[in-house]
């Protein structure tokens, strides 16, 4: 079993940045995926980002490309999401999940495919 614990998260003025952490334990965290969903609240759970287990391949949903940097280090096991830029929209509480190797793009942003989940971290951006 993986244990993911998220922490980073906080209150910005829009224009700030953020950066998440994911927390892991367990051998094989570092050949595990690793993606970030967010849900704000009234609306559906979303992708946000995901990352290969060897780092080499990453993903992101359309709104927070330029913005959102997605990175990891296995030597840790952990798990970051660097957000700048951010805006009243990003406002939702952000989880970290990891699962079995993923290499498509498609694949990364399916929430089913993640077995492990952390309990999620509070990102508030003022207006």
């Known amino acids: 079993q993986v244990q993911l614990v998220e922490s980073g998260g906080g209150l910005v003025q829009a224009g700030g940045s953020l950066r998440l952490s994911c927390a892991g334990s367990?051998?094989?965290?570092?050949?595990?995926?690793v993606g970030w969903f967010r849900q704000a609240p009234g609306k559906e759970r979303e992708f946000v980002a995901a990352?290969?287990?060897?780092?080499?391949?990453?993903s992101y949903v359309d709104s927070v490309k330029g913005r959102f940097t997605i990175s990891r280090d296995n030597a840790k096991n952990a798990g970051y999401l660097q957000m700048n830029s951010l805006q009243p929209e990003a406002t939702a509480v952000y989880s970290c999940a990891a699962a079995v190797t993923l290499y498509s793009d498609y694949a990364f942003r399916v929430a089913n495919n993640y077995a492990y989940w952390g309990q999620g971290t509070q990102v508030t951006v003022s207006s």
């Open positions: 367990g051998r094989t965290f570092s050949t595990s995926a």
């Open positions: 990352i290969s287990w060897s780092g080499g391949r990453t």
